[in-house]
């Protein structure tokens, strides 16, 4: 069978589960919470009026010294300058702005899906890769961190979309896509760490780009503190220590980090007190040189989406390392899930071939399954109960090793499969290209 029917005979096994996921989320609205103005959109458009008003983004009233800040906190806790970009979206009337936010969403993400489908396909020599592309996007738009995403009103599809316009037309348009990831590291101030990957891949190519961007850093850093004052940078960040401090492992029960704390945590005995921060520290040390390392020795025989490989690197470190990962947040994952799915079909060695894609079948259909919990009252424990609270995390460490598989060439011998063409947006496969030069 060839490899773009395996992709297609995929796509529609996981459409059939997303359908019933939607039956089901439609029989239980309360696991999504509203289809309305709910979640973080709440927040946002809070955070827009304060701004409006020019009173506090993060308290409602000026909380003392040395008080406990959970009566004082509003619900905003990005940035100063993400209202800027949540500005035009949220100045509206809920009416208008929930769906406004929430239709932004879904066609950002479509867009993104179709582009890194339509990359696959040119990568697997399909003849009509627009059709593959709108599969894939049909596909993935049925994945539930997506769908639980629009219940919840939430970022996480904007800064995947900023961040793989970056990757994408960093050498195409190294102006615009530092704007792009500006406007990233404005909503969520992680993404400034994707532009030390694009660096590190890129060498002296990169001078452009990180020139651009860090002057369009520092314009908004600059307009920011004179919009908003030294004292809304310094309330931010004492929300974020107070938040951090505050988390507890249910909570943030998403990570890798959280995930270990459950596991040997409080309910373990007294010794965690120093193994979990021991691991924490080892994890958030160790992930970044490994990612980085495998960045910079990657093979371009078992390269998936070689423009990607940054950007992979970049979600794979955040995922391991931080210290809060929602559901939603999972979509950040969608270019790596989709890389890696090239990778594996292009690979010549059948056992890493059936290895990865069966790490890839296994994350997809954990990710594809609604999440319910069951009744406090039924003790589950063992694998049923791992998959229940954990799924999210095991779902990541097949990502993860999957990609940690596919970054090292196995195989001494040159590939005799042609590469991802250097340009995903060129309608042309690479094979046609090939034969008219």
């Avoid at 304060?50 to 009233?61: A, E, M, R």
Wanted: with cysteine.
């Amino acid at each position: 069978m060839r490899n773009h029917q395996w992709v297609v005979l995929v796509c529609m096994f996981l459409v059939a589960i997303g359908i019933a996921n939607v039956i089901m989320t439609v029989s239980y609205p309360e696991r999504l919470r509203s289809w309305g103005f709910d979640g973080d959109a709440i927040a946002f458009m809070g955070a827009v009026r304060s701004y409006l008003n020019g009173t506090s983004l993060y308290f409602i009233s000026t909380p003392p010294a040395s008080a406990d800040l959970q009566p004082y906190l509003t619900r905003f806790l990005y940035p100063p300058p993400a209202v800027w970009v949540l500005l035009p979206f949220f100045v509206w009337h809920g009416a208008v702005a929930g769906p406004l936010w929430m239709l932004l969403t879904i066609v950002l993400f479509l867009a993104v899906a179709y582009s890194l489908g339509m990359g696959l396909a040119r990568h697997l020599e399909v003849q009509t890769p627009e059709l593959m592309g709108g599969l894939i996007a049909v596909t993935l738009a049925l994945w539930y961190p997506l769908v639980h995403h629009l219940g919840v009103g939430q970022v996480d599809v904007a800064v995947m979309g900023l961040c793989y316009y970056a990757t994408i037309h960093r050498k195409r348009n190294a102006a615009a896509a530092a704007v792009a990831l500006t406007l990233a590291t404005a909503l969520k101030a992680y993404p400034a760490a994707l532009a030390f990957y694009l660096v590190l891949a890129d060498g002296r190519k990169s001078a452009r780009f990180a020139i651009y961007y860090a002057i369009a850093l520092s314009a908004t850093t600059v307009a920011a503190l004179a919009s908003f004052g030294a004292d809304s940078f310094s309330e931010w960040l004492r929300v974020i220590s107070y938040k951090n401090a505050q988390a507890n492992p249910y909570i943030v029960n998403q990570s890798f980090i959280a995930s270990l704390n459950r596991t040997i945590g409080p309910d373990s005995g007294h010794w965690h007190r120093m193994l979990v921060p021991l691991v924490r520290h080892l994890l958030q040390t160790v992930m970044p040189v490994l990612t980085c390392v495998v960045l910079w020795r990657r093979s371009r025989r078992f390269a998936a989406l070689p423009l990607l490989d940054p950007y992979n690197a970049f979600i794979v470190c955040y995922a391991s390392i931080s210290p809060i990962f929602w559901v939603q947040s999972y979509v950040l994952l969608l270019p790596l899930v989709v890389s890696l799915t090239g990778g594996a079909l292009r690979t010549s060695w059948a056992c890493l071939r059936l290895t990865a894609a069966g790490m890839l079948m296994g994350a997809l259909l954990i990710q594809f399954t609604v999440w319910f919990n069951p009744p406090p009252a039924h003790s589950i424990v063992g694998v049923v109960e791992f998959m229940l609270y954990h799924r999210y995390t095991a779902s990541l460490a097949m990502l993860v090793a999957a990609w940690m598989l596919m970054s090292f060439d196995w195989s001494r011998k040159p590939s005799s499969t042609p590469l991802l063409c250097e340009e995903l947006r060129d309608t042309q496969p690479c094979r046609s290209r090939r034969i008219a030069q």
